[in-house]
């Protein structure tokens, strides 16, 4: 046997010879010489091993032609062709969901991308004194006037920005937390690690489920830097529970000369209650408590591009602007256009609530969600795709990002049930068209949420059940 696999190593296909086909084919042009080689030794190789693999029957082994390494060659090229980072269709009725890219841009925002991607721009340039300007400038007044901050900072996220303003202000000092709300958002995001690499040393106070001012006020002394409030924004703790109110801390903070900085994790401009949903604090409501700084997300409920929002007072966001560290978290100009575009929406609050798709997802009456579902419904049905059935299945929307953790979003989804595939491999199916569907599984049914799914999506999957269809027809290959 061991004879038998030394024969086969001796007749692997010659990597100059793979090389030669593909030259012949043309297929040498898609890629520089060395990549177009170095997928050709990949292959060899991967028949190497195959053939030295001691669990591997030696007597059952064949190699693959030379033709059939080429083409697997070939496929190594024209994969590095692909885009890897692509558009899915969220039917998983998670609206802010991390993994899948969190907020989608409003039309506004894609707009000044192209813009200001295609040219030049007067990223760090006044336009009107012909010098060097201040990149910030461009959100700044947006950000104060809808906010009533006096001063804004953007950075790269809120995990940045949180980074940031701890170093800023706490740097060698301690920081104040109560031990309700020393939190882990999920991305490895942890206070505790966070305040740790930002140098402030971590002061907790109160316990758990209840921490009282004279928690707060007995830990203030010399060493104190901040008192920090965290927006416990994927948990609730209910029951026998107190925390201080962000007033009564800013009012502490005053009394002490110590800065109050309250981490708010999902920045929200408009009152959700107002559509049914829990009551979150508005950006403005915990500004007029009085907290010297606030920081938040710009991809959850605001509804933009990734960035961390810092507000706050002329003299304290001065001191954050003139870290050194604000220069390796800085944003990009791309992010500050999406996010000047995303901000001028809600300088219309009623009209922002239809254009920016996040908060359009959370508000948008259940009946029309149905009507939407109906519409799939009858257009998936009437594909007539063998051994698939649909039907209609009322269900709960989550608005996921660590925002509104227990609050079931009333929905309305399509089930879609397949003979011949189980639940999950039909959901691996919708994960592998072109453009993938990422679907919610629930009771072994597959579930296509539709709260998350925008009227102009519809098309999308129906083109992927199609698909399904001609994959899984008699006379496919
Ligand atoms: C989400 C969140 C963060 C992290 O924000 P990113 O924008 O994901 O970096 C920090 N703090 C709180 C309270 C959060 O909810």
Redesign the pocket.
């Given at each position: 046997m061991e004879e038998r696999r030394r024969a086969l190593l001796k007749n692997l296909p010659k990597i100059d010879e793979i090389v030669h086909i593909l030259e012949r084919k043309g297929l040498c042009a898609m890629a520089p010489k060395e990549i177009v080689r170095d997928a050709c030794r990949r292959v060899v190789e991967r028949e190497r091993l195959r053939i030295m693999d001691p669990k591997g029957d030696a007597g059952t082994l064949r190699l693959p032609s030379i033709d059939v390494a080429a083409r697997e060659a070939a496929g190594i090229i024209q994969g590095l062709h692909r885009y890897r980072l692509r558009r899915v269709v969220n039917a998983t009725g998670i609206i802010l969901h991390t993994n899948l890219g969190r907020s989608p841009l409003c039309p506004e925002a894609l707009e000044r991308l192209q813009k200001v991607g295609e040219g030049y721009s007067n990223l760090e340039y006044d336009l009107e004194r012909g010098q060097r300007g201040v990149r910030y400038d461009h959100v700044r007044e947006l950000l104060c006037a809808l906010s009533g901050a006096e001063d804004a900072l953007v950075v790269n996220?809120?995990?940045?920005a949180?980074l940031l303003v701890l170093n800023t202000l706490a740097e060698g000092k301690e920081a104040v937390v109560s031990r309700g709300e020393l939190?882990e958002?999920g991305?490895e995001?942890r206070i505790p690690e966070i305040m740790e690499k930002s140098g402030a040393l971590l002061r907790e106070v109160g316990t758990t489920n209840r921490t009282h001012l004279s928690d707060y006020e007995k830990a203030l002394c010399e060493k104190t830097g901040l008192i920090l409030k965290?927006?416990t924004?994927?948990y609730r703790i209910v029951g026998f529970t107190q925390q201080v109110d962000l007033t009564i801390l800013a009012a502490l903070g005053r009394k002490s000369g110590i800065p109050v900085m309250n981490?708010?994790?999902?920045g929200c401009f408009v009152e959700l209650d107002r559509y049914g949903l829990e009551r979150e604090p508005t950006v403005q409501d915990v500004l007029q408590t009085g907290v010297d700084v606030v920081t938040f997300?710009g991809?959850?409920l605001l509804g933009g591009p990734?960035a961390?929002i810092i507000l706050g007072g002329r003299e304290m966001l001065g001191r954050i602007k003139r870290n050194p560290l604000n220069r390796a978290l800085r944003i990009d100009k791309f992010t500050l256009a999406a996010l000047e575009a995303t901000m001028m929406q809600y300088l219309q609050p009623e009209e922002a609530m239809g254009r920016l798709r996040v908060l359009r997802a959370l508000s948008e009456p259940l009946a029309s969600v149905k009507r939407r579902a109906r519409r799939l419904l009858l257009q998936l049905r009437r594909l007539n795709v063998e051994g698939m059935t649909f039907s209609l299945k009322d269900g709960l929307s989550l608005t996921g990002?660590?925002s509104l953790p227990t609050q079931g979003i009333p929905t309305c989804a399509v089930s879609v049930k397949a003979v011949h595939l189980s639940a999950d491999r039909l959901e691996r199916r919708l994960r592998d068209l072109e453009t993938p569907i990422v679907a919610r599984i629930s009771d072994d049914e597959v579930l296509l949420d539709l709260r998350t799914v925008d009227p102009g999506e519809l098309s999308f999957i129906k083109e992927g059940f199609s698909a399904l269809k001609k994959a899984s027809s008699p006379e496919a290959p």
């Amino acid at each position: 046997m061991e004879e038998r696999r030394r024969a086969l190593l001796k007749n692997l296909p010659k990597i100059d010879e793979i090389v030669h086909i593909l030259e012949r084919k043309g297929l040498c042009a898609m890629a520089p010489k060395e990549i177009v080689r170095d997928a050709c030794r990949r292959v060899v190789e991967r028949e190497r091993l195959r053939i030295m693999d001691p669990k591997g029957d030696a007597g059952t082994l064949r190699l693959p032609s030379i033709d059939v390494a080429a083409r697997e060659a070939a496929g190594i090229i024209q994969g590095l062709h692909r885009y890897r980072l692509r558009r899915v269709v969220n039917a998983t009725g998670i609206i802010l969901h991390t993994n899948l890219g969190r907020s989608p841009l409003c039309p506004e925002a894609l707009e000044r991308l192209q813009k200001v991607g295609e040219g030049y721009s007067n990223l760090e340039y006044d336009l009107e004194r012909g010098q060097r300007g201040v990149r910030y400038d461009h959100v700044r007044e947006l950000l104060c006037a809808l906010s009533g901050a006096e001063d804004a900072l953007v950075v790269n996220n809120n995990a940045a920005a949180v980074l940031l303003v701890l170093n800023t202000l706490a740097e060698g000092k301690e920081a104040v937390v109560s031990r309700g709300e020393l939190i882990e958002i999920g991305g490895e995001f942890r206070i505790p690690e966070i305040m740790e690499k930002s140098g402030a040393l971590l002061r907790e106070v109160g316990t758990t489920n209840r921490t009282h001012l004279s928690d707060y006020e007995k830990a203030l002394c010399e060493k104190t830097g901040l008192i920090l409030k965290v927006h416990t924004s994927n948990y609730r703790i209910v029951g026998f529970t107190q925390q201080v109110d962000l007033t009564i801390l800013a009012a502490l903070g005053r009394k002490s000369g110590i800065p109050v900085m309250n981490d708010l994790g999902s920045g929200c401009f408009v009152e959700l209650d107002r559509y049914g949903l829990e009551r979150e604090p508005t950006v403005q409501d915990v500004l007029q408590t009085g907290v010297d700084v606030v920081t938040f997300s710009g991809d959850k409920l605001l509804g933009g591009p990734q960035a961390g929002i810092i507000l706050g007072g002329r003299e304290m966001l001065g001191r954050i602007k003139r870290n050194p560290l604000n220069r390796a978290l800085r944003i990009d100009k791309f992010t500050l256009a999406a996010l000047e575009a995303t901000m001028m929406q809600y300088l219309q609050p009623e009209e922002a609530m239809g254009r920016l798709r996040v908060l359009r997802a959370l508000s948008e009456p259940l009946a029309s969600v149905k009507r939407r579902a109906r519409r799939l419904l009858l257009q998936l049905r009437r594909l007539n795709v063998e051994g698939m059935t649909f039907s209609l299945k009322d269900g709960l929307s989550l608005t996921g990002g660590g925002s509104l953790p227990t609050q079931g979003i009333p929905t309305c989804a399509v089930s879609v049930k397949a003979v011949h595939l189980s639940a999950d491999r039909l959901e691996r199916r919708l994960r592998d068209l072109e453009t993938p569907i990422v679907a919610r599984i629930s009771d072994d049914e597959v579930l296509l949420d539709l709260r998350t799914v925008d009227p102009g999506e519809l098309s999308f999957i129906k083109e992927g059940f199609s698909a399904l269809k001609k994959a899984s027809s008699p006379e496919a290959p």
